[in-house]
């Protein structure tokens, strides 16, 4: 059995995976949304500052980014 990445794609503003024959399957969020309006953004910011896979964007960063489409 080959190994196949399988890709993430976006079909009218939502995300969908492609599996190996081409179809879609419907990927669904794990963000928990309840928990998120109850913070405050100063505990959101923390826990961003303090998140392992990359430190936040500062605002000078944000400000030269470029939207690009592929």
């Not at 928990?32 to 953004?41: A, C, E, G, H, I």
């Not at 961003?48 to 896979?53: G, S």
Request: glycine letters at 6%; aromatic letters at 4%.
């Amino acid at each position: 059995m080959k190994n196949v990445k399988a890709r993430a794609i976006l079909v009218d503003g939502k995300p969908y995976q492609k599996k190996a024959d081409g179809s879609l399957v419907p990927l669904s969020g794990k963000t928990d949304w309840k928990r998120l309006d109850r913070m405050t953004s100063k505990q959101v910011e923390a826990i961003a500052a303090a998140d392992k896979d990359g430190a936040p964007m500062s605002d000078e960063e944000w400000a030269k980014a470029e939207i690009t489409t592929p």
